[in-house]
């Protein structure tokens, strides 16, 4: 089990920048070595969509499309937080964002689909207006 906590939400105009940390407190996983971990977004009414996804042992990234050239996903040099740098917002951007994270053996066995995660954060919101 790995302990997910976000933070770094809020209210921003259309262009504007934010940045999303999930703290992570692994219990089994040697560290965050060896992770698929990933920000995903629910707006109101729709599916949780993957926003990026990471590898935490081989540092691969991948994006949405919607985001990508946008939004960077990485983690600090202890492994223990990943992050979501956000610029160019749009009102499109508007959900609650989550982090996920599963063991993974390397990137191409990371999964683009939120049911493939069992470990979970609570959510930050992020509402950009036009």
């Known amino acids: 089990q790995v302990q997910l906590v976000e933070s770094g939400g809020g209210s921003v105009q259309a262009g504007g920048s934010l940045r999303l940390s999930c703290a992570a407190s692994p219990s089994t996983y040697s560290g965050l070595w060896g992770l698929c971990m990933g920000w995903f977004r629910q707006g109101p009414g729709e599916e949780r969509e993957a926003v990026a996804i990471r590898y935490t042992g081989g540092g691969r990234s991948y994006y949405a499309d919607s985001v990508k050239g946008r939004f960077t996903i990485s983690q600090d040099t202890a492994k223990t937080t990943m992050y979501l740098e956000m610029n160019s917002l749009k009102p499109e951007d508007t959900a609650m964002y989550y982090c996920?994270?599963?063991?993974?053996?390397?990137?191409?066995?990371?999964?683009?689909?939120?049911?493939?995660?069992?470990?979970w954060g609570q959510g930050t919101q992020v509402t950009v207006s036009s």
């Open positions: 996920a994270a599963e063991a993974g053996n390397d990137f191409e066995s990371c999964q683009w689909v939120a049911n493939a995660y069992g470990n």
